[in-house]
């Protein structure tokens, strides 16, 4: 039994671009499905598809990697964890890498970037930072 999935996928993420493998797999859930689409529509990934069944679905993500090769996300964090629950109001929400990164966040409006959450002043739940 798996006590994170959402950590999972995005170790997933992070062992893949260190391979230079040109995607990723893993199975899917609503949460892990909006949280690869606020990484891909921030540039950060490639394409996100669902592929399979209605009864296992499966996440695909396409990796984007730099001129040089390495992979685009440099580093992400995991912050609100099974274990701790991390939640930020959107006056409280900081800055990641000078504006380069971002956090994501899950709201009563769905998962949407920091930015996003401090223009429409609401904060949620901090599930990860990425840079």
């Given at each position: ?61 396409d990796l984007r990697y730099q ?65």
């Amino acid at each position: 039994m798996m006590t994170d999935p959402v950590g999972d996928m995005l170790a997933r993420i992070r062992n893949a671009g260190g391979a230079r493998h040109a995607q990723v797999r893993c199975p899917a859930s609503k949460l892990k499905v909006a949280v690869a689409r606020v990484l891909s529509a921030e540039g950060f990934v490639g394409e996100v598809r669902l592929e399979g069944d209605g009864k296992r679905p499966v996440l695909s993500v396409d990796l984007r990697y730099q001129d040089d090769g390495s992979l685009m996300i440099e580093g992400m964090r995991r912050v609100s964890k099974p274990g701790r629950r991390i939640y930020r109001a959107a006056d409280e929400l900081k800055r990641i890498r000078a504006g380069l990164g971002m956090s994501i966040l899950s709201t009563s409006k769905g998962v949407m970037c920091d930015r996003d959450a401090r223009a429409a002043n609401i904060g949620g739940e901090v599930i990860c930072e990425v840079w």
